[in-house]
């Protein structure tokens, strides 16, 4: 028996795909058993399965469970929650991988799965491991005699006690206002959990799961999803407002006056906390952080260290360098002082709070303190599958030979006079993405035009932007 998946939903950090079209339950199927394969090759015998609010979720939840049954592997059924939970499950509770069923921030028709081995991200070569097995059928039998042993276990309540583990603890009281917004995703529950038992106030917007996200999309990355957030913590004068994305692993925030404050901003909040714990550590974010960031860790006395995105590459950078703290313009936060090393939006939450209690400071001032840069969007273009890391190649071959400033790390980020600009290809679709930032207005266009120009000299125009 062999299975063959379509070729866009085997991706560089997950699996991924439009439910009915490129993704059924016999791919859940095949996932379960090529995962449990790899399991069992690695000694191991049970495997965490957490799923998403999605409306296919629990059904392709069942497929995986019943695909490593059919490798002999069990399966800990931990049911709906949030991607980090289903991370804490395969940290503590006795299993050998994890799997949480996941469309992510996607649209609603979406689903997929993010998996975990051996405490470790399972990605890339992982992945399409996955895919030749069930091309070839390479699956293990089960033993003779086997008969499955799966446990469901509800780990919702421990989760939270571990959220809130030391909350406090080092400056106690500050009470704030705050707001929250879990955009009917997978997050809700486990907000509701946390709030009840928060000191100070706290408003909650849609906490109830519900697949078809009929308020607004779960990505808290575009700002026209804080639009709801930022109105109650204006109307209800609160004095900050976190967001998260559909499965919990990704954070947004606002301050008091309804400023955003973007990934590499968070990052820079929490790499002052940490950084009085664990002197000249490691901090670690993704080549589209602003310069300010890796700056601000300096000054603090750190050593920032650019690296490549994808919180699978963050998260196997951290365990090579020991660094306590990373995250990703996209939200991802990953701690592993006190905790474990995962991206889980909603202990970031806790140690915002914790954050503004350490520095004496309200997160609307730690937001204030921070420069002022003139900076895009992530800017995300459509471009042929086969050329998009061609292009890139091409841009770094022109601007060696030029003489210029360049970061490799993740494709182009070139540093000028000006400010710096970046351009690097998706892992995940076919797109390729810009940024850039400057010092004033004037710069940033100057910065633009290279872009375009090295676009232009590539056959490219930066076309209309591309969803995620």
Same mark, same amino acid.
Request: a negative charge.
């Given at each position: 028996?062999? *299975?063959?998946?379509?070729?866009?939903?085997?991706?560089?950090?997950?699996?991924?795909?439009?439910?009915?079209?490129?993704?059924?339950?016999?791919?859940?199927?095949?996932?379960? !058993? $090529?995962?449990?394969?790899?399991?069992?090759?690695?000694?191991?015998?049970?495997?965490?399965?957490? +799923? %998403?609010?999605?409306?296919?979720?629990?059904?392709?939840?069942?497929?995986?469970?019943?695909?490593?049954?059919?490798? $002999?592997?069990?399966?800990?059924?931990?049911?709906?929650?949030?991607?980090?939970?289903?991370?804490?499950?395969?940290?503590?509770?006795?299993?050998?991988?994890?799997?949480?069923?996941?469309?992510?921030?996607?649209?609603?028709? +979406?689903?997929?799965?993010?998996?975990?081995?051996? *405490? !470790?991200?399972?990605?890339?070569?992982?992945?399409?491991?996955?895919? &030749?097995?069930?091309?070839?059928?390479? =699956?293990?039998?089960?033993?003779?005699?086997?008969?499955?042993?799966?446990?469901?276990?509800?780990?919702?309540?421990?989760?939270?006690?571990?959220?809130?583990?030391?909350?406090?603890?080092?400056?106690?009281?500050?009470?704030?206002?705050?707001? =929250?917004?879990?955009?009917?995703?997978?997050?809700?529950?486990?907000?509701?959990?946390?709030?009840?038992?928060?000191?100070?106030?706290?408003?909650?917007?849609?906490?109830?799961?519900?697949?078809?996200?009929?308020?607004?999309?779960?990505?808290?990355?575009?700002?026209?999803?804080?639009?709801?957030?930022?109105?109650?913590?204006?109307?209800?004068?609160?004095?900050?407002?976190?967001?998260?994305?559909?499965?919990?692993?990704?954070?947004?925030?606002?301050?008091?006056?309804?400023?955003?404050? =973007?990934?590499?901003?968070?990052?820079?909040?929490?790499?002052?906390?940490?950084?009085?714990?664990?002197?000249?550590?490691?901090?670690?974010?993704?080549?589209?952080?602003?310069?300010?960031?890796?700056?601000?860790?300096?000054?603090?006395? $750190?050593?920032?260290?650019?690296?490549?995105?994808?919180?699978?590459?963050?998260?196997?950078?951290?365990?090579?360098?020991?660094?306590?703290?990373?995250?990703?313009?996209?939200?991802?936060?990953?701690?592993?002082?006190?905790? +474990?090393? +995962?991206? %889980?939006?909603?202990?970031?939450?806790?140690?915002?709070?914790?954050?503004?209690?350490?520095?004496? !400071?309200?997160?609307?001032?730690?937001?204030?303190?921070?420069?002022?840069?003139?900076?895009?969007?992530?800017?995300?273009?459509?471009?042929?599958?086969?050329?998009?890391?061609?292009?890139?190649?091409?841009?770094?071959? &022109?601007?060696?030979? %030029?003489?210029?400033?360049?970061?490799?790390?993740?494709?182009?980020?070139?540093?000028?006079? %000006?400010? =710096?600009?970046?351009?690097?290809?998706?892992?995940?679709?076919?797109?390729?993405?810009?940024?850039?930032?400057?010092?004033?207005?004037?710069?940033?266009?100057?910065?633009?035009?290279?872009?375009?120009?090295?676009?232009?000299?590539?056959?490219?125009?930066?076309?209309?932007?591309?969803? *995620?």
């Amino acid at each position: 028996m062999t *299975h063959q998946f379509h070729p866009s939903t085997l991706r560089e950090y997950d699996i991924r795909g439009i439910v009915g079209d490129t993704l059924s339950e016999d791919d859940a199927r095949a996932i379960g !058993r $090529g995962f449990g394969t790899r399991v069992a090759a690695a000694g191991g015998r049970r495997v965490a399965v957490g +799923y %998403d609010g999605r409306l296919s979720s629990p059904g392709m939840a069942r497929a995986i469970v019943a695909g490593l049954n059919d490798v $002999g592997i069990d399966a800990l059924e931990i049911g709906l929650g949030p991607t980090p939970m289903l991370y804490y499950a395969e940290m503590t509770q006795g299993t050998d991988g994890g799997i949480q069923i996941t469309g992510s921030h996607n649209p609603a028709n +979406y689903n997929g799965f993010k998996m975990v081995l051996g *405490h !470790r991200p399972f990605f890339g070569d992982d992945i399409q491991d996955i895919g &030749r097995m069930a091309g070839a059928g390479a =699956w293990r039998a089960a033993p003779a005699g086997y008969v499955a042993a799966n446990e469901q276990r509800a780990v919702m309540d421990d989760y939270v006690d571990r959220l809130l583990e030391g909350f406090g603890a080092k400056s106690p009281g500050g009470e704030y206002r705050i707001g =929250w917004d879990a955009g009917n995703g997978a997050a809700g529950p486990v907000v509701d959990r946390l709030v009840a038992r928060l000191p100070g106030e706290h408003f909650t917007l849609y906490t109830e799961v519900d697949g078809s996200f009929p308020n607004h999309h779960p990505d808290p990355t575009d700002e026209a999803n804080l639009a709801d957030l930022k109105r109650l913590v204006a109307d209800r004068k609160l004095d900050f407002g976190v967001a998260f994305d559909g499965d919990g692993d990704r954070i947004g925030a606002i301050d008091g006056k309804g400023r955003v404050i =973007w990934g590499d901003q968070l990052l820079a909040i929490y790499a002052e906390m940490v950084l009085k714990d664990v002197p000249g550590a490691t901090i670690i974010a993704d080549v589209k952080a602003s310069q300010a960031l890796f700056d601000r860790v300096a000054e603090l006395g $750190g050593t920032p260290l650019m690296w490549k995105t994808g919180h699978s590459l963050i998260k196997q950078k951290m365990l090579e360098t020991d660094s306590p703290l990373a995250g990703e313009m996209s939200g991802h936060v990953f701690f592993k002082h006190g905790y +474990y090393g +995962y991206d %889980d939006a909603l202990y970031a939450a806790i140690q915002l709070i914790a954050a503004a209690q350490a520095a004496g !400071r309200s997160v609307t001032e730690l937001r204030g303190a921070m420069p002022d840069m003139v900076n895009t969007p992530e800017m995300r273009f459509q471009v042929d599958e086969s050329r998009k890391f061609a292009v890139v190649e091409e841009v770094l071959d &022109r601007l060696q030979a %030029d003489g210029a400033s360049v970061d490799r790390t993740d494709g182009a980020r070139v540093d000028t006079p %000006d400010g =710096w600009w970046l351009l690097r290809a998706s892992n995940t679709q076919d797109v390729l993405v810009a940024r850039a930032e400057a010092k004033d207005a004037a710069g940033l266009e100057r910065l633009m035009a290279q872009i375009d120009a090295q676009l232009a000299r590539s056959g490219i125009a930066r076309g209309p932007q591309a969803g *995620h």
